[in-house]
């Protein structure tokens, strides 16, 4: 039996899982917490990787691995591969004004057609501004940008500083992948390739491409990429870009270093969502709606899509197609808020959402609690409407939120297939969709059928398909287990009110 390994290096938490290369089957899996905040130290991760690499059993009988991990976070590494500053992960908002300075400069629909996305303070492109502006020696001293599960990647490889790694800070051997790459807004889905102008315009720096690790065969692997110039971002002055690879190619090989063995081919790996999309085998028609800490709706496409409003963003997948994507930060968390505020548990939570009727009596909850990333708006607050004396009920406050949470993604699945997207099913993943409330309500605010997939680590898994994929040439098609199955109950009510109450926040805000 050969086995391969998929990491998802999350927000919150690393998990592993290890899968049958011929039919997916788990085999074994574990998982290791990460520390909360929105700016991290990156060693943190690798920590985590590595202790979740032990819960999962090791690697020592595993032939390929593949990482994914959250998107945007901005990983800045001077010229001996340390860490110039902790990583500004994508729910760190303090970017949000340069995000408006270079739409500004650049404006709105320039950036929409070069990158596909407009910036907003979730994306790397405004950290560097951010970091540029708010620490210039900072700024000054980065040698590489990258992501975080380029960073992660690099590692396991082997490179790192000369104290922590066997081979060194090549910086020349950062790989990325075009769904990670996607989501920096520097990147090119029309071109498949850096946008360099506008990298520069984020930190102020002029940037170049990896040009591939100068480690030889004697090191007993696969090489990542030869040299083509004798450059080093020490001696030339630009920024290193990881290097990227399609879907099929491998990062190179892992040499024994600590926890890790010789000899596993590793594959480019992916940003979270694409890497879902990957290990739910989603095709042309699905719309996945994932419910972590943050929310997003995504579709499978075979063609870029460009929304110069900034609400979709127009990301490429894991696959070699595009991902377009609306993504809420406020998402699973609004639940646990609610249910802690009513002192309940999650099954005590579902019963009383489960009681009140659909619209909750009138009352709506707008759950930005957090900011918000779409809409735009980074210094929101939550609005809750509709309070009388009638509606103020515990049953009542339990389904607003709810129907608040799956509305606000409702409508970013309405804004996707405002862009010529075709839908066919949801798709329902993340913990809270096993909550019998949330999936009662997505069958009300979703016009066509909802699926829910078994319970699984899909971004973890679309990193196992990833490093089976580079393991053996082609892309595995192993099969995807269901739970429940909901046709469509429309209840336009419950979206006008909520749109409602959106109107209603936004005048209350200063």
Known sequence: MSLVAGVDSSTQSCKVVVRDLSTGELVRQGTAKHPEGTEVPPDAWWEALVAAIAAAGGLDDVASISIAGQQHGMVALDADGEVVRDALLWNDTRSAPAARDLIAEIGADEYARRTGTVPVASFTATKLRWLRDAEPENAARVAAVALPHDWLTWRLLGYGTRASSALGPDLDALVTDRSDASGTSYWSPADDGYDLELFERALGRPGREAVGSDRGDASGGVVAGDRTESVTSATDGRVVLPRILQAEEAAGTTIAHGAVPAGIVVGAGAGDNAGAALGLDATVGDLVISIGTSGTAFAVTDSPVTDPSGTVAGFADAAGGYLPLVATL?????????????????????????????????????????????????????????????????????????????????????????????????????????????????????DVPVVVPEPGEYVADGAARQAAWALSGSRPRWGLSTSASFDPEPRPGIGTRYRAAQALGSLARP
């Open 330 to 446: 406020n998402a699973a968390r609004v639940l646990a808020s609610i249910g802690s505020l009513l002192g309940v548990d999650h099954d005590e939570f579902a019963r009383l959402a489960l009681a009140a009727e659909p619209g909750s009596g009138g009352l709506s909850l707008v759950p930005y609690f957090e900011g918000e990333r779409t809409p735009d708006l980074p210094e929101a607050t939550a609005t809750l409407s509709g309070l009388t004396l009638a509606s103020t009920t515990r049953e009542n406050l339990a389904r607003a939120a709810v129907e608040g949470m799956l509305s606000a993604l409702a409508d970013g699945a309405s804004a996707v297939r405002d862009q010529g997207v075709d839908v066919r099913r949801v798709l329902l993943i993340g913990g809270a969709a096993l909550n019998p409330a949330v999936q009662a309500v997505a069958a009300q605010v979703f």
